[in-house]
């Protein structure tokens, strides 16, 4: 399994790889088949990314190719913000448990120390066990609960505010 930077031409497997981990997963900002996401979408916002500073995205590439994780770092403009970014998850299923989330973590906090980055968060619905685990077991800490955050097939679900100091 490799963790790297995402590059431009995987805009066609990046954009299929978050149709399936949105149509797989319960706690996704956005459900399954919610999103129109192109090739063309995902290529435009993977050159704005690659322009950015302070924002990136890391996949898992497994030795045939196949990206089947994701790790973005999405950074701010405003001047405040700029010692901080907001991450979003996403692995396939099949591929969850391995250490794959794991070696995302460790790639996202070496880019952010090498970019004057020192702190990371996330929201995770408080449900998600799995999700919880992991960035609890990265370092996360839980520093407020978004109450109703989220209606999920008509169920409302509160998110945990987590963030990691580096």
Do not use: C
Not at 58 to 85: D, N, P, Q
Not at 97 to 106: H, S
Not at 156 to 166: G, H, N, P, W
Request: hydrophobic residues 40%; neutral net charge; proline residues 1%.
């Amino acid at each position: 399994m490799k963790i790297r930077e995402i590059k431009v031409e995987d805009a066609e497997s990046f954009a299929k790889l978050i149709i399936e981990v949105e149509n797989q997963a319960d706690f996704m900002l956005y459900g399954a088949g919610e999103r129109n996401l192109t090739t063309e979408k995902q290529r435009k916002q993977l050159e704005v990314i690659e322009k950015s500073p302070n924002s990136t995205i890391f996949v898992a590439e497994e030795t045939s190719g196949i990206l089947v994780g994701y790790a973005f770092a999405i950074g701010s403009t405003a001047k405040r913000k700029k010692h901080s970014v907001y991450l979003v998850v996403g692995i396939l299923e099949e591929y969850t448990g391995k250490g794959i989330g794991t070696k995302l973590f460790q790639a996202l906090e070496e880019w952010a120390i090498n970019h004057s980055i020192f702190r990371l968060e996330l929201t995770v619905v408080k449900q998600n066990e799995a999700g919880v685990g992991l960035y609890k077991k990265m370092g996360y800490e839980i520093e407020g609960t978004k109450r109703s955050s989220l209606l999920i097939d008509g169920k409302s679900f509160d998110e945990f505010y987590m963030a990691k100091l580096l």
